[in-house]
């Protein structure tokens, strides 16, 4: 569990990308809480978690293992077909970065939830999909 103040700047940042993909219901941060948006529509029904972090050009596995605590959480719900659950992550200089997880790890998204670039494991650079 993190320590500290919500996410304020990323939450700021995701809300307008949260609303282009769906009807967006904003989650107060509290203890227990596992997400900070749920995104509602047509297709999927979509539970993000928002996380700061300094090294966000990292591979794919790097980002898992930096967010293990995050995928926990998120992993306490259950998982199915028409859900997503989701964490992006934020960097001090407002760059955003997407991740699906899945049971066997991360998928790197875009802001359209679509896979991009590079998942494979081995000599991912990580570089793919700062937007």
Do not use: H
């Amino acid at each position: 569990m993190t320590r500290g103040p919500p996410p304020e700047k990323a939450i700021a940042l995701a809300l307008p990308i949260a609303q282009a993909r769906g009807f967006a219901v904003f989650c107060k941060r509290e203890r227990g809480s596992v997400c900070d948006i749920v995104i509602f529509n047509n297709a999927v029904t979509i539970v993000v978690r928002l996380a700061r972090t300094k090294c966000i050009n990292q591979s794919v596995a790097d980002m898992e293992a930096q967010f293990a605590g995050a995928a926990t959480c998120l992993g306490r719900i259950p998982a199915a077909d028409r859900r997503s659950r989701e964490i992006w992550a934020c960097d001090y200089y407002n760059n955003l970065r997407f991740f699906q997880v899945n049971g066997t790890g991360f998928v790197e998204i875009g802001r359209d939830g679509k896979p991009v670039g590079n998942n494979d494991r081995p000599g991912d650079p990580g570089k793919k999909g700062v937007i």
